[in-house]
């Protein structure tokens, strides 16, 4: 593993500086949540699920993150490297064995997802654009996300230092936006209109448990990122405590802003209305404050869709740089700024590519997008936990608490996402395992590496 120095330096040669520390962190990660997701995702949630039941599957999604953000604790404390997955399973499964595989596997479908997980939030900033600029069109949609990653590589094309520091500053900005949208919520509460919502029933054609787990995807997407300062281990200033609280802290912060902007709307729109709506908090502004208030609405949730599209884009694109340095990728996404000392050509490559997915419909992206990733790395890292405390017990790391019962709620949590996704999303995640699993093994029947090692 890499070396520490006390003050948090990068311990070796050719490695990007420890400059990231707790509050920089844990804004990687609020950022990361906080994008565009439940602005556009609570129709979504609406329409698979009226009445009560939408909270509880909110609250559902909460309680599974906060165990899989354990499990991300645990592993990101244990090895703390940049591209975090990557090196979890490699250690965890064999470095010269299964650990390969599950490397190569993490590598491939962070190729597919994230050009896919950066392009929704891109997408989503160009959705809400288009309520301030209503003649953009399709099309300008489209050119407007594309351009946007463009930007965010260029913003990014610099020291991480001075990187956190506009995250964080994006960061107090977002938080205090969802605060006074929530607290604007809750002084014009209507009881009546939420009596409906609490008396709405749903569609009962599909059945409460797929609803419920429909809900629950679309939370879990929508807390997505608590993991994000995993990504940038490598870079993080003493992270065997940083990463952990920076993990533990955002989930629930973010929890309780995402419920009570759930509750808020629902006290202030018909339910009916706001799950046919396209910008649902412009709408609710709208309603609470007039055209004034929804257009300050907007422009702060396309700063935060801005500054989630910014911080994944930072941390998937230090997965290829890891697998290349670690020998498993092209040589040349290893190549780090001269001066910088930041990922130059995997930073650019996933910028271009996430540029490209622009051109891919948002609405249909959530499921599969999870679904992938819950197949190829989130399962997996469950029982990665499991061999990491067998192969190094004695490492100085965070340890989560209730061991393993985290890590059995994750696993049943993940597979009841997946059985409730549809089948759909299930093919594709299942092809995708298959497609590159098959590239795997041609690689190493050519190359003669495991599980065609050559005597």
């Not at 490397?103 to 654009?129: D, E, K, R």
């Not at 190549?335 to 271009?352: D, E």
Request: net charge positive; aromatic share 10%.
């Amino acid at each position: 593993m890499r070396a520490e120095s006390s003050d948090g330096a990068a311990g070796g040669q050719g490695l990007p500086p420890r400059a990231i520390g707790l509050w920089g962190g844990l804004s990687a990660n609020v950022l990361n949540m906080i994008g565009i997701g439940p602005f556009v995702t609570i129709p979504l949630a609406l329409s698979a699920l009226a009445g009560p039941g939408v909270l509880l599957g909110w609250v559902a999604g909460a309680v599974l993150c906060l165990c899989d953000g354990l499990v991300w604790a645990e592993l990101g404390s244990t090895i703390p490297e940049s591209g975090g997955p990557y090196h979890y399973l490699r250690e965890a499964y064999g470095r010269e064995r299964a650990g390969r595989l599950f490397g190569f596997l993490y590598l491939w479908q962070t190729l597919l997802t994230a050009p896919l997980s950066i392009a929704s939030a891109a997408v989503g900033f160009s959705q809400y654009a288009g309520y301030l600029l209503p003649g953009l069109g399709d099309a300008g949609r489209v050119a407007l996300a594309a351009g946007l990653c463009l930007f965010n590589t260029a913003v990014l094309y610099r020291r991480v230092g001075q990187i956190q520091k506009l995250s964080l500053l994006v960061s107090v900005v977002v938080v205090a936006a969802c605060a006074w949208i929530v607290v604007s919520g809750m002084a014009h509460f209507d009881m009546a209109t939420a009596q409906r919502f609490l008396h709405a029933r749903s569609d009962d054609s599909h059945g409460f448990w797929l609803g419920l787990g429909a809900v629950a995807l679309i939370a879990v997407y929508d807390y997505g990122g608590y993991n994000n300062v995993c990504m940038l281990g490598g870079e993080v200033r003493r992270p065997r405590r940083t990463i952990p609280l920076a993990v533990l802290l955002s989930i629930p912060l973010v929890a309780v802003l995402y419920l009570g902007l759930n509750i808020s709307i629902l006290g202030v729109l018909p339910w009916e209305e706001a799950a046919r709506s396209k910008a649902v908090v412009a709408d609710f502004m709208q309603a609470i404050h007039g055209h004034a208030g929804s257009t300050l609405a907007v422009s702060l949730i396309l700063l935060a869709s801005w500054g989630s599209a910014l911080v994944v884009l930072l941390g998937y694109s230090r997965v290829p740089f890891a697998a290349a340095r670690d020998g498993q990728f092209f040589g040349v996404f290893g190549r780090l700024h001269p001066r910088g000392g930041f990922p130059t050509v995997s930073l650019v490559f996933v910028g271009v590519t996430s540029a490209l997915a622009c051109f891919l419909s948002l609405e249909r992206l959530i499921a599969t997008l999870m679904v992938v990733q819950i197949l190829f790395q989130y399962i997996a890292q469950c029982f990665a936990v499991v061999a990491l405390r067998r192969r190094h017990p004695a490492v100085d790391a965070f340890r989560m608490p209730l061991y393993p019962l985290p890590i059995v709620v994750s696993v049943v949590g993940w597979l009841y996402l997946v059985a409730t996704a549809g089948w759909t999303a299930l093919l594709v995640a299942v092809l995708a395992v298959v497609v590159g699993s098959l590239i795997f093994l041609w690689q190493a029947r050519r190359t003669g590496t495991w599980p065609f090692q050559r005597t």
